[in-house]
C-alpha cells in the first residue's frame, strides 16, 4: 500500500523544508503536496522531523571478544537500533588468520540472516596480508559488495596487525576501491603498560584508562595518517576519542591525505572518572580506546562541526555487568572491552549536539546518516531523503523529554551507559523500506525483514574523495 507521511519538516544534510513524502514499492517516489490518497495510508507528522534512517557505521553484534560474546544479537541490537532512529548498520566481520575470508564471511551471515530489522552491511577485518588474502579481495568486493577494511593497530596477541600489514591494506584498498578503517592506539606500548601496573598490583577498572594514554592513540593516528599518505590511499580512523588523534587527523587532511574520522556518543558525553566508580562499577565504562578527561569532549565536538572528525558510530559492543564485566573483577585487563550505545546515539547527538547549539540541525543528519552513507559506498539509496531513495525514515519528536535507563532501553544488557541522562528528542515511529519498524513507540518490525546490503565501491560516486584531483 502506498504512504503518504504529511505535514512533517524534512530535515537532510543541507535542507530544511516542510512537504508531504510519498511512498511506493518501499521508495520515495514524490516529494511535495496534494498528493492523491486513494488506497494510500496517510501518516501525520505534524509538528515532528523527519530525517533520513539514521545509519550506524559502526556495530559489534553477536561478537565474541574478551572471553565472551556481546550479549546483543542481530534481533535484539537491530531492534534497539530501530527505536533509536536507526535504520542501516554496518557490521565488522571478524576474520581469523590462516583461513578462507569467505568463511568468516558466511559465518556473519548465518548470524544476521533471519534476525536483523533493519538493513545491514558488513565490514570485514584483515588481520593478515598474503597471497591467498589478495586472491580473495576482489571477490570479497565484487561478490559481497564488501567496500571497507578493517584493521587493528592494537589488541595486541588478539586482532592487532603490523605496520607492514597495515600499509599492504592500505595499497589494496587503492587499487581495489575501498576505505581502510582502523582502531588506532600503539597496541605494543599499551600491552607494556599493562603488564606494569598488574605487576604494581593495580586492578581496579581505572587502571585500564590510565594504560591507554591518549598519546597512544594519538601515535598510531599519526602513524596509519602517514602511511595512508605514503600509500596514496584512503582511511577512516574509527573511535577517535582525544585532542592528540583530532590533531593528527587535522594535519593529515590539511594536507589533502584522503582520511576521514569518526567519533562517539560515549566519548562526546562521558569522561575518565566514570571509571573509578565504586564496587566495580567502573567496569560498564570500560571502552577503548577508553573514555578521557572531560576537557577532549569539547575538542571532539568542535571536530564535528567544523568537519575535521565526519561521523558519529556507536561502536555498539555490550556486555553483561553481571557474568561478563564481572570477568574481570581482579584484573582490568580481563573486562571486556565495549558498551551498549546502539539505541542512544541519535538521540544524544540532537540533544547534545543540535540543542546545545554545537552542531546545526543539518550537520546532525549529516553526521549521523548522509556521511556514512556516502563514505560506505550506500548513497544515494540510502542516507538521504529524495525521490528514488529508500523510504528509510525516521518521524522524530524534537520536543520530548526523556530519560535515558536500562530500564526502559530494547538492548538485551543489564545496564545503559547513559543511566539517568535526560535527553530531548526521540523518534516517534521509523520506517525501513516504506515499511515502519517502530511506529507510535512500538515495535511492529519482523526479524528477518532487514535486508543485506552489498555496497558500492570507495569513491564511486561522486562527494566521497576528500581529494578528487590527487587522483
Ligand atoms: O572497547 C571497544 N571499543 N570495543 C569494541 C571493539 C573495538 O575496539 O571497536
Ligand atoms: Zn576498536
Ligand atoms: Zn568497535
Aim: aromatic residues 8%.
Amino acid at each position: 500500500m502506498k504512504k503518504i507521511i504529511q505535514n512533517g519538516t524534512i530535515v537532510t544534510a543541507t535542507d530544511t523544508y516542510k512537504a508531504d513524502i510519498l511512498i511506493e514499492e518501499g521508495k520515495i517516489s514524490s516529494i511535495g503536496k496534494n498528493f492523491d490518497r486513494t488506497d494510500t495510508e496517510v501518516i501525520d507528522a505534524s509538528g515532528y522531523y523527519i530525517f533520513p534512517g539514521g545509519i550506524d557505521p559502526h556495530t559489534h553484534l553477536d561478537m565474541p571478544f574478551g572471553g565472551t560474546v556481546t550479549k546483543d544479537d542481530f534481533e535484539t541490537g537491530t531492534i534497539a537500533a530501530a527505536f533509536g532512529g536507526t535504520t542501516t548498520i554496518i557490521d565488522f566481520c571478524l576474520t581469523n588468520k590462516g583461513e578462507p575470508l569467505q568463511k568468516s564471511i558466511e559465518a556473519w551471515h548465518q548470524k544476521s540472516n533471519q534476525k536483523a530489522v533493519i538493513d545491514y552491511g558488513f565490514h570485514l577485518m584483515i588481520g593478515e596480508i598474503n597471497e591467498e588474502v589478495l586472491q580473495e579481495l576482489p571477490r570479497v568486493i565484487e561478490n559481497e559488495g564488501i567496500t571497507s577494511f578493517k584493521v587493528f593497530m592494537a589488541y595486541k596477541n588478539v586482532f592487532q596487525a603490523d605496520d607492514a600489514t597495515l600499509y599492504r591494506t592500505l595499497l589494496a584498498a587503492k587499487d581495489l576501491g575501498a576505505l581502510v578503517m582502523v582502531h588506532a592506539e600503539n597496541g605494543d606500548v599499551v600491552d607494556y603498560l599493562i603488564k606494569e601496573a598488574l605487576a604494581e598490583g593495580k586492578t581496579e577498572p581505572i587502571y585500564h584508562a590510565l594504560t591507554r594514554p591518549s598519546e597512544v592513540e594519538g601515535e598510531a593516528t599519526g602513524r596509519a595518517c602517514t602511511l595512508t599518505g605514503l600509500a596514496n590511499s584512503q582511511l577512516y580512523v574509527v573511535h577517535v576519542t582525544c585532542a592528540e588523534a583530532v590533531e593528527k587527523i587535522t594535519e593529515a587532511r590539511n594536507k589533502g591525505i584522503d582520511i576521514w574520522g569518526e567519533t562517539c556518543p560515549q566519548y562526546l558525553v562521558l569522561d575518565q572518572t566514570m571509571l573509578e566508580k565504586p564496587e566495580f562499577e567502573g567496569a560498564k565504562y570500560v571502552w577503548s580506546p577508553p573514555l578521557r578527561e572531560k576537557w577532549h569532549q569539547d575538542v571532539l565536538w568542535s571536530a564535528l562541526r567544523n568537519g575535521n572528525l565526519q561521523t558519529v558510530g556507536s561502536d555498539q559492543c555490550s556486555f553483561d555487568f553481571k557474568g561478563q564485566k564481572e570477568l574481570g573483577r581482579n584484573d582490568f585487563s580481563k573486562i571486556p572491552n565495549g558498551g551498549p550505545t546502539i539505541e542512544d546515539r541519535v538521540s544524544i547527538l540532537f540533544s547534545e549536539g543540535v540543542n546545545k547549539g554545537r552542531i546545526s540541525l543539518n550537520q546532525f543528519v549529516d553526521i549521523t546518516s548522509t556521511r556514512s552513507a556516502k563514505l560506505f559506498g550506500l548513497y544515494p539509496q540510502k542516507g538521504t531523503i529524495a525521490v528514488g531513495a529508500d523510504a528509510d525514515l525516521v518521524i522524530f519528536d524534537p520536543n520530548v523529554n526523556r530519560t535515558i535507563s536500562s530500564k526502559t532501553h530494547h538492548m538485551a544488557v543489564d545496564y545503559n551507559a547513559f543511566e539517568g541522562m535526560n535527553v530531548t528528542g526521540e523518534p516517534v515511529s521509523v520506517l525501513v523500506r516504506g515499511e515502519f519498524v517502530i511506529q507510535d513507540k512500538q515495535f511492529v518490525g519482523n526479524p528477518g525483514s532487514g535486508q543485506y546490503l552489498k555496497r558500492k565501491k570507495y569513491g564511486e560516486q561522486t562527494n566521497t574523495r576528500l581529494v578528487e584531483e590527487k587522483r
